[in-house]
């Protein structure tokens, strides 16, 4: 049968491109249709469409592309026997006219547009223009919603929010983490390039890790702050615009921070084993990295609220932290200390791409039986 794959903007990186990377290797011969692409050699050989709007100023500004984005997912009238959809925004508004209207169209849900939501969690959802048309957009949003086959949410926190939003029940699928692919080497210290090799023998030896893009929502001054209280050395390692203000944070601490710009993956995996504890407190819908840290063999610390503690929770890999106090930090060090590393990194397999892999493709195959 002629799938189609639906997306809603393609970059190099990503968690989302991940699913669409893993949807492609499971439905090979599948065209892929975007609002636009900006890996166009990630995906070489695949056919990828792109929406009306590649041509247009709005590809350089998401932001301002979102509402344009809802208009060009029904300006088109796609024909296929079966449509597999990864949406964040708008994707699921997709269109799709064939002569049969039961044709299925299956919604991997990332989440429901948090800057319509879940505002307080997404700064796009608080500019003036946002907030004057967030009422209509909903009310079109979960319309569209009503159209789906069948949706997955990428954890139990994003199914609730997709049954608030949409008033859908969505099945969990978790996303594909490289599990095996991590386990598989014995020490990635020593596989490093000369250049990462001198970064990683320049880091104390024992430290707190935290990672991610430097974004405020991050919450990464929490990992100096659990430095702090655990009187150990503390690694961050990323980039993004709010660098400077880990920056000054990092200059107001009084435990030595360091900083690790742009890891590789190979670094970035030598720093999860060398870690004493992998702190991730953003409220995120799932949370890949705690689950790449808990492969590694690494216990992890994660907000009480949000998808990264569904994880954590099942393979009793760290600790939840429940409050802002130096005691509450103190406690989840000591809970994550005790964890058994050996039963957790069996465990965490749990969310390797194999098992993702099967569950969707176990998901395509009832919708289209």
Same mark, same amino acid.
């Given at each position: 049968?002629?799938?189609?794959?639906?997306?809603?903007?393609?970059?190099?990186?990503?968690?989302?491109?991940?699913?669409?990377?893993?949807?492609?290797?499971?439905?090979?011969g599948?065209?892929?249709l975007?609002?636009?692409?900006n890996?166009?050699?990630?995906?070489?050989?695949?056919?990828v469409?792109?929406?009306?709007?590649?041509?247009?100023?709005?590809?350089?500004?998401?932001?301002?592309?979102?509402?344009?984005?809802?208009?060009?997912?029904?300006?088109?009238?796609?024909?296929?026997?079966?449509v +597999? /959809?990864? %949406? @964040?925004?708008? =994707?699921?508004?997709?269109?799709?006219?064939?002569? !049969? #209207? $039961?044709?299925?169209? +299956? /919604?991997? %849900? @990332?989440?429901? =547009?948090?800057?319509?939501?879940?505002?307080?969690? !997404? #700064? $796009?959802?608080?500019?003036?223009?946002?907030?004057?048309?967030? =009422?209509?957009?909903?009310?079109i949003?979960?319309?569209?919603a009503k159209?789906?086959?069948?949706?997955?949410?990428?954890?139990?926190?994003?199914?609730?929010?997709?049954q608030?939003?949409?008033?859908?029940?969505?099945q969990v699928?978790y996303?594909?983490?490289?599990v095996?692919?991590?386990?598989?080497?014995?020490?990635?210290?020593?596989?490093?390039?000369?250049?990462?090799?001198?970064?990683?023998?320049?880091?104390?030896?024992?430290?707190?890790?935290?990672?991610?893009?430097?974004?405020?929502?991050?919450?990464?001054?929490?990992?100096i702050?659990?430095?702090?209280?655990?009187?150990t050395?503390?690694?961050?390692?990323?980039?993004?615009?709010?660098?400077?203000?880990?920056?000054?944070?990092?200059?107001?601490?009084?435990?030595?921070?360091?900083?690790?710009?742009?890891?590789s993956?190979?670094?970035l995996?030598?720093?999860?084993?060398?870690?004493?504890v992998?702190?991730?407190?953003?409220?995120?819908?799932?949370?890949?990295?705690?689950?790449?840290?808990?492969?590694?063999?690494?216990?992890?610390?994660?907000?009480?609220i949000?998808?990264a503690?569904?994880p954590?929770?099942?393979?009793?890999?760290?600790?939840?932290?429940?409050?802002?106090t130096?005691?509450?930090?103190?406690?989840?060090l000591?809970?994550?200390?005790?964890?058994?590393?050996?039963?957790?990194?069996?465990?965490?397999?749990?969310?390797?791409?194999?098992?993702?892999?099967?569950?969707?493709?176990?998901?395509q195959?009832?919708a289209?039986?």
């Amino acid at each position: 049968m002629a799938g189609l794959i639906v997306h809603e903007w393609i970059e190099q990186t990503g968690g989302s491109e991940n699913v669409l990377e893993r949807f492609i290797a499971n439905f090979p011969g599948s065209e892929v249709l975007c609002l636009w692409n900006n890996a166009a050699q990630r995906f070489d050989g695949v056919t990828v469409r792109e929406s009306w709007l590649a041509r247009t100023p709005f590809r350089r500004s998401k932001a301002l592309a979102l509402p344009a984005a809802a208009l060009a997912w029904r300006t088109r009238n796609e024909d296929a026997d079966w449509v +597999l /959809v990864s %949406s @964040h925004s708008f =994707a699921h508004h997709v269109r799709v006219r064939t002569k !049969d #209207p $039961r044709v299925p169209k +299956l /919604v991997y %849900s @990332h989440t429901p =547009a948090r800057y319509l939501w879940e505002p307080d969690l !997404d #700064p $796009r959802g608080s500019s003036p223009f946002f907030r004057v048309a967030a =009422a209509p957009l909903r009310g079109i949003d979960a319309r569209r919603a009503k159209e789906a086959t069948s949706i997955a949410a990428n954890s139990r926190f994003v199914a609730a929010r997709v049954q608030r939003a949409w008033g859908r029940k969505a099945q969990v699928i978790y996303p594909p983490v490289s599990v095996r692919a991590i386990q598989n080497r014995a020490a990635w210290a020593s596989k490093l390039t000369e250049h990462d090799q001198a970064i990683l023998a320049g880091l104390p030896t024992e430290f707190i890790l935290g990672a991610s893009r430097f974004v405020r929502y991050k919450r990464l001054e929490d990992v100096i702050r659990i430095g702090e209280v655990a009187r150990t050395p503390v690694v961050i390692a990323g980039s993004g615009p709010d660098s400077q203000y880990l920056h000054q944070c990092a200059r107001l601490s009084n435990v030595d921070v360091r900083f690790v710009d742009e890891p590789s993956d190979a670094l970035l995996y030598a720093l999860y084993e060398r870690a004493m504890v992998f702190v991730f407190t953003a409220v995120e819908d799932f949370g890949i990295m705690p689950v790449e840290a808990m492969a590694s063999g690494t216990p992890v610390i994660v907000n009480a609220i949000g998808g990264a503690l569904e994880p954590v929770e099942r393979v009793a890999g760290g600790a939840i932290l429940r409050g802002e106090t130096s005691l509450d930090m103190r406690s989840a060090l000591k809970e994550a200390a005790r964890v058994d590393t050996e039963s957790m990194r069996k465990g965490v397999r749990a969310f390797d791409t194999s098992a993702f892999d099967g569950n969707i493709s176990r998901w395509q195959g009832a919708a289209i039986a």
